[in-house]
């Protein structure tokens, strides 16, 4: 991460290539000029989740819009591990904080569950969104999750692609080395599931360990809150099944 650290990133929705100018929006611009207090010709990252990411510069579009021109590419667009990752949606704070760490562990979808002790139901997607690119613009991220419309659990497991492995994270989870489990899946598209804060009802639990699809692990001894769950279980999958291997 320290490649990143002294270089401003900056997330923008256009393609990307030399030669090109790229407008800011009012909020990136003020971000530009009074937080960063960069002016014209001064060096940024800029990057889309596409076309890599590309040296450019801070630049006036016409009288009062800035802009950026970009020059070189310095990274070519790279992927990341085919992870998708289905939680049960948090209150605010905790949300915020499981989705940037989500999208620092290189997850490719997030994809919202209704469980029965869901707590939070109603969800606000561009936030999510703004809160994927911040992380990415801080971490040096060139891909950013896609993000699915919260779904109930049921009907997840009902329309499931049976080609993808889905490691369902269970409090009460027999198996106490989570890298037994984890071993026994061929490396490839994955999925993890952490529930609510509340847990998943007995009749969840034992719909999701009935599924030839669904395979269960333990987080270890401790009860964690469920943004804490996220992260140690993105981290044994991606030791295990993703691109830390």
Not at 99 to 126: D, Q, Y
Not at 161 to 178: K, M, N, Q, W, Y
Request: with cysteine.
């Amino acid at each position: 991460m320290s490649r990143y650290v002294n270089a401003y990133r900056l997330f923008v929705e256009a393609d990307l290539a030399a030669g090109r100018t790229v407008a800011c929006t009012p909020a990136q611009a003020n971000y530009l000029r009074n937080v960063l207090r960069l002016g014209p010709g001064d060096a940024i990252l800029a990057f889309n989740g596409r076309d890599g990411e590309w040296r450019a510069e801070v630049a006036e579009v016409g009288r009062r819009n800035t802009g950026v021109i970009v020059r070189s590419q310095t990274r070519a667009q790279a992927g990341g591990p085919d992870i998708d990752y289905l939680f049960a949606p948090l209150k605010r704070a905790r949300l915020d904080y499981m989705i940037e760490k989500a999208t620092e562990m290189g997850v490719k979808r997030l994809r919202p569950v209704l469980t029965r002790r869901t707590v939070a139901e109603r969800l606000n997607l561009e936030r999510m969104r703004a809160h994927t690119i911040e992380a990415a613009e801080q971490c040096g991220i060139l891909r950013l999750p896609e993000i699915s419309a919260p779904e109930k659990l049921e009907r997840v497991v009902a329309t499931w692609d049976a080609s993808r492995p889905l490691v369902f994270c269970d409090e009460d989870g027999a198996e106490h080395c989570p890298f037994t489990a984890l071993a026994m899946i061929e490396p490839g598209p994955v999925a993890v599931l952490v529930g609510p804060e509340g847990g998943f009802e007995p009749a969840e639990r034992e719909l999701l360990s009935s599924q030839p699809f669904v395979t269960r692990i333990s987080l270890g001894p401790r009860i964690l809150r469920a943004d804490t769950a996220a992260v140690a279980a993105l981290a044994l999958v991606n030791a295990v099944l993703g691109d830390w291997r």
